[in-house]
């Protein structure tokens, strides 16, 4: 049955979607390591041979799946966390940098602004009056 069924009119696209979701599992494995070691470096190349995939094939995957390249994911995951780590810890933004992985204050603060729109000193002051409102 199963044979008739790859072999019919749907087979190729049975193909295509079965192999879509094992690029999307393993796709889901990689998001869940990124998120584990966000703080780490990146090593895309690790990554791909440990999910079985060429490095254009796990970064294409990955895009299609996240909207954005693992570099791109991996920022977004320890800026959030370092804004975290500033409202509810109260750490200051060199501090919280270097926990979630950022080596250079000056280059964290830049990264930190342009994904929030302001400084993080700044963000955080907003963030912490509206709280209070």
């Given amino acids: 049955m199963v044979y008739r069924l790859l072999r019919g009119e749907q087979g190729a696209r ?3 979607l079965l192999a879509s979701a094992g690029d999307t599992r393993r796709i889901s494995k990689a998001i869940g390591r ?3 070691h966000f703080d780490e470096p990146l090593r895309i190349d690790d990554i791909a041979r440990e999910l079985g995939m060429s490095v254009s094939g796990f970064h294409h995957h990955f895009k299609s799946v ?3 390249s693992p570099l791109q994911f991996q920022k977004q995951i320890r800026l959030q966390e370092a804004r975290r780590l500033m409202l509810g810890e109260d750490l200051d933004a060199a501090s919280a940098g270097f926990r979630v992985g950022y080596e250079d204050p000056s280059y964290f603060s830049r990264e930190y602004k342009k994904h929030f729109g ?3 000193q700044r963000d955080i002051a907003k963030l912490r009056s509206s709280l209070e409102l």
């Fill in 14 to 16: 049975l193909s295509h």
């Fill in 34 to 36: 990124l998120r584990e």
């Fill in 66 to 68: 996240t909207a954005m």
């Fill in 118 to 120: 302001a400084p993080p």
